[in-house]
């Protein structure tokens, strides 16, 4: 007799490795159907290894920046080597020191809504994903931005006075992205209640005025063109532009999950991050 077979795919749900104490996902269990009169049917569990919380995450990619930073500013005279033979070591420019103001204040802004703010979907994601997610801040934000941002060279960008309007430009610009994502991340918030993972249609606040999916990244685009402009360091624009595009990818799946999901209740946006721009 012919045996015909069928699959089927259970939701994930999380488990507890008692022995080990390490949490893992299960994936997918996918058992075949077969035809009566068989001898034997199988069952088949694939997981994803271990797991970790995502507010953990979080916290750890955000620690990074906010290690980095200070300790290179700290130890510049140690780090770098003074551009003259004959002047002393320069003192940090207003530019440098402002650069570190900001970015310290933007990664302890992220790490006070890791642990207050932010309700997440997802318990845990696989532990391996911390080195790759750490890599962008650490990396990119921390080292990259850090060591051309504070080095006393006169190529560098921001060991030169900068007119009077740029920091003050740059102070505004940060302040206006900063609290419009602050705004943003409170509303998000109000939509899932403590423990679900429930989703709604975010209206409230900055939604009702900034005509994109998230605003919440359009305002994290303009809080670190605020830091560019304080620094212009190429560094900085680099991490900028990486950021930007990571964002724009992830607006793009949160409105066509918002279509998919509410359907006619849901008001289509036709830009997903940067207004006429994406």
Known sequence: MAVTSRTAKISASRKLDCANQVPY?????????????????????????????????????????LLIHPLIYGLRTIIYRNPSTILPFPAASTAQTLSLTLICLHFLKRELETLFVHRFSNATM??????????????????????????????????????????????????????????????????????????????????????????????????????????????????LAVAVVQMAVWARKKEARYRREFGDRYKKKRFAMLPGIV
């Open 25 to 65: 996902t299960l994936k997918t269990l996918v058992y075949p159907a077969i035809a009566p009169g068989s001898v034997t049917n199988s069952l088949t569990a694939q997981t994803t290894g271990p797991q970790i919380a995502w507010r953990t995450v979080f916290i750890i990619e955000y620690l990074g920046p």
């Open 126 to 239: 696989p532990l391996t994903n911390i080195f790759k997610n750490s890599a962008h801040y650490w990396l990119l934000a921390g080292l990259n931005i850090a060591l051309f941002t504070y080095s006393p060279s006169p190529s560098c960008p921001t060991s030169h006075r900068f007119p009077a309007w740029v920091p003050l430009l740059s102070i505004l610009l940060y302040t206006v992205g900063e609290l419009g994502n602050l705004s943003s991340h409170l509303t998000l918030r109000n939509l899932r209640s403590e423990g679900t993972t429930e989703r709604g249609i975010p209206n409230a606040g900055v939604f009702k005025y900034i005509p994109v999916t998230c605003p919440n990244y359009f305002f994290e685009t303009l809080a670190w063109a605020g830091i560019w402009l304080a620094n212009g360091s190429l560094s900085t624009g680099l991490f």
